[in-house]
T-cell receptor, first 111, second 115 residues
Framework: GQNIDQPTEMTATEGAIVQINCTYQ??????LFWYQQHAGEAPTFLSY????GLEEKGRFSSFLSRSKGYSYLLLKELQMKDSASYLC????????????FGAGTRLAVHP | GAGVSQSPRYKVAKRGQDVALRCDPI?????LFWYQQALGQGPEFLTY????????KSGLPSDRFFAERPEGSVSTLKIQRTQQEDSAVYLC?????????????FGPGTRLTVL
C-alpha cells in the first residue's frame, strides 16, 4: 500500500525556522517532491530529492533518508507569505512521474 | 500562455448532470496528469497521458469519469451523471517529458460543486 504522513497543521513566528516532516511507505520510490500551495491556488514546485542528504535552495532546504522513509522541509527566515499548505509527494512508478501526495501541512506564520 | 490553464475555474452542477473540464498544458509538454483534490487533502492521481496516449487511468474513481487528449495538447476530463461525492478541485499538471524527475507544473484547478 501507499502511505504518506505529515502533520496537519503547524504555526510559527515571522523570522523563525520551521521544519515540516514527512514519512512515507510506498511500493516504489523514484524521488520525493515538496510543493507549496496557497489557498485556492495551484501547487508550485519547491524541491526534489532522490538521493540521501540535504538539498538547499535559498531559504528552503529539503532532506531525505531513503532507509528511514523520511524527509523534511526546512524553511528559514519565515515570512508572512510563507503561510500556505506544504505537500509532500513521492514518485512511485518506474516509467513516469506518478505522484502520491500526503494530505499536506498547513503552516500559519504569525507576526 | 506561460503556464497551465484550466477552465472553467468554478463549476456548479446539479446531481446527474454531465460536466467537461478543460486543461491547456504548457506548450510542448509531453506529459499530462489529472488529479482530484478534496477539501483539506492532497491531490489524488486520476490519469496520465503521454502525448495523446492515455497510459494510466488507474485512479479514475468510476466509469463515469473519462479523459481524453486527442491531439496531444489540450485535455478534457468528463464526468457523467455527477454525484455529490464528485465535488472537489480538479487539478491538471504537465511536464516536459515522462522522466521520473520531471517537475510537474500545475494549473489553478477547477472547483466542482455538485448540488
Amino acid at each position: 500500500g501507499q502511505n504518506i504522513d505529515q502533520p496537519t497543521e503547524m504555526t510559527a513566528t515571522e523570522g523563525a525556522i520551521v521544519q515540516i516532516n514527512c514519512t512515507y511507505q510506498t511500493s516504489g520510490f523514484n524521488g520525493l517532491f515538496w510543493y507549496q500551495q496557497h489557498a485556492g491556488e495551484a501547487p508550485t514546485f519547491l524541491s526534489y530529492n532522490v538521493l540521501d542528504g540535504l538539498e538547499e535552495k535559498g531559504r528552503f532546504s529539503s532532506f531525505l533518508s531513503r532507509s528511514k522513509g523520511y524527509s523534511y522541509l526546512l524553511l528559514k527566515e519565515l515570512q508572512m507569505k510563507d503561510s500556505a499548505s506544504y505537500l509532500c509527494a513521492v514518485s512511485t512508478t518506474g516509467g513516469y512521474n506518478k505522484l502520491i501526495f500526503g494530505a499536506g501541512t498547513r503552516l500559519a506564520v504569525h507576526p | 500562455g506561460a503556464g497551465v490553464s484550466q477552465s472553467p475555474r468554478y463549476k456548479v452542477a446539479k446531481r446527474g448532470q454531465d460536466v467537461a473540464l478543460r486543461c491547456d498544458p504548457i506548450s510542448g509538454h509531453v506529459s499530462l496528469f489529472w488529479y482530484q483534490q478534496a477539501l483539506g487533502q492532497g491531490p489524488e492521481f486520476l490519469t496520465y497521458f503521454q502525448n495523446e496516449a492515455q497510459l494510466d487511468k488507474s485512479g479514475l474513481p468510476s466509469d463515469r469519469f473519462f479523459a481524453e487528449r486527442p491531439e496531444g495538447s489540450v485535455s478534457t476530463l468528463k464526468i457523467q451523471r455527477t454525484q455529490q461525492e464528485d465535488s472537489a478541485v480538479y487539478l491538471c499538471a504537465s511536464s516536459v517529458g515522462g522522466a521520473r524527475a520531471d517537475t510537474q507544473y500545475f494549473g489553478p484547478g477547477t472547483r466542482l460543486t455538485v448540488l
